[in-house]
């Protein structure tokens, strides 16, 4: 039987782990050379960086063939984690691409790199990584991963959730899932107890802050279900720090960083940044580390740029790092309170995420629920651990995190309008439908209506500022604010979006409606129709999975 795997796909550093069924428990996967192991807590951890192979090999080659790659992965297409970084010694190759998580949610086919004549685009990066690393575990362990459930952030859309699938499928791997990494950390830091908890689960990473307050319902066996009461998201984490960091430096020797960003140094200077931010955790000053052309082309001629402890909270707070972190939990508390959790009533905040150990987090923390209640000792490994329960049959009753519509036109004035089907904190599965409407076909260029189809969108409504990472065209990570209260609608079935067909087909003079439609929410998180014929009075559709919700 195949057992499970879990990965936490990071955008600075990934981990991967397995179901043990000698332990009955997961337990994170040291894959050897690609692996790093972190100063805190020794986890071995992959960073998620790749160096694509300048040229192929015939195994390569034929490797690359998609109906091949499903059965057999064939040669080596890059290198991955620690020994990427080792080829990017000089911190500018165009073979070298990290950070690729938050393109791959953005704009997926946005090209990160060209090497050899070819393009690479973010979601090609994430396949080879992918590859390489399932293939990396095999080599270590002689074991295929068929079963793998990989932790999304909370805010992500279904299209992130669709790329990591298709990757999956490409890579032969059949049995694919996906759970909110913060309710994964929370089945990583043991959530399946039979006690009656409440906890809050403060995620924290290369890209993104997810919170959530997640409910257990003991006393029972473990695996008892347990309740997602509330989450938040923010696209905030340790590349914004890495950023700020090129900024203060740059800002020493009176430059615009702006100036350093096409440059072949730039994402030198991101991995500098990160390094230094890292020593910090356990010194009071760093220096920023730069070779001495690198450092005379950038400007710093024979200066070695350092930052204290100190300093570096101070530019934190200066970039609200700190107010953006008290006011996420703000909203969280608030929407758990809306469904009867206070914040006297959280037993145990579970915190994960490399950026959680950014100096002062821990305080922020601390201030708002004390710090007996903090618990810290899986920053790295509770999110693959987590993902791994998951797979393993562990279960949670969770609730829809954004409001999913329909496409429709306004009679009169031809207006779009997103009349809202299943909105945004629906517990799945729903007891029936949720929504249900009628509707008349469209008779397109006056011909007669031989099918039905909806269009259905996936609408994300910003809470607050969100300071979220982008990229420049050179394909260099940035920082960019978002408006407050910012709409994002994404439809998910644009090219597919017919439903079933009409027979007798629908004329165009008939303008009663034609069609009831009910949608409900399945266990799978599938968003379900149920159509019926009035003209006919036939079922044309019965609770059958039309798009996959988050």
Known sequence: MARWWG??????????????????????????????????????????????NPKDDFWTSLGRIPSIERRWLLGRQAYIGREAGDRNYEGRQPNYVESFKPLLAAAPTKVMTRVGGRAYTAREITRIFMRELVLQARRIGREKINALTMAVPVDSFETYRAELSAAAARLGIRGFQTVDEPVAAALGYGLNTERELTMLVFDFGGSTLDVAVVRTTGPGKAGTPAEVVAKQGLSLGGNNVDVWLVEHFARQIN?????WRGTEWYQALLDSAQALKEDL???EEASLSIGGRMGKELGFRDQQPTLSRDGLIEALR???????????????????????????????????GGSSLLPDVHRVLADIFGRPRLRDWLPFEAV?????????????????????????????????????????????????????????????????????????CEISRATGP?????????????????????VVVICLNEGDATLGFLRPPHPPHRTEARL??????????????????????????????VVKLR
């Open 516 to 545: 009831r439609i009910g949608f409900a929410v399945n266990n799978d998180r599938y968003l379900t129709a149920t159509v019926s014929d009035l003209l006919t009075n036939t079922r044309l559709m019965e609770n059958q999975p």
């Open 466 to 486: 969100q300071k979220a990472i982008g990229y420049d065209e050179n394909s260099r990570l940035r920082v960019l604010d978002r408006a407050k209260d910012e």
């Open 318 to 352: 200066e970039h609200g790092l700190y107010a953006d972190i008290e006011r996420t939990i703000e909203t969280l508390l608030t929407e758990a309170a809306s469904r009867g959790i206070e914040p006297r009533d959280i037993d145990e905040v579970l915190i994960t």
């Open 255 to 259: 430059l615009n960083a702006n100036l």
């Open 384 to 456: 693959a651990n987590g993902a791994c329960v998951f797979a393993a049959g562990h279960r949670v009753q969770d609730f829809i995190r954004h409001d999913y519509a329909l496409l429709t036109f306004d009679r009169d004035s031809r207006d779009v309008e997103y009349p809202v089907i299943i909105p945004r904190g629906t517990q799945y599965p729903t007891d029936g439908p949720v929504w249900e409407g009628y509707f008349t076909p469209t008779c397109a260029r006056g011909e007669p209506a031989t099918e039905f189809e909806l269009k259905i």
């Open 281 to 283: 955790f356990h010194r």
């Open 7 to 52: 990965l936490d796909l990071g955008t600075t550093n990934s981990s991967l782990a397995v179901w043990s069924d000698a332990r009955s428990e997961a337990e994170m996967v040291d894959l050897g050379d690609v692996s790093r192991q972190m100063l805190l807590t020794e986890s071995p951890v992959v960073p998620s960086a790749v160096y694509i």
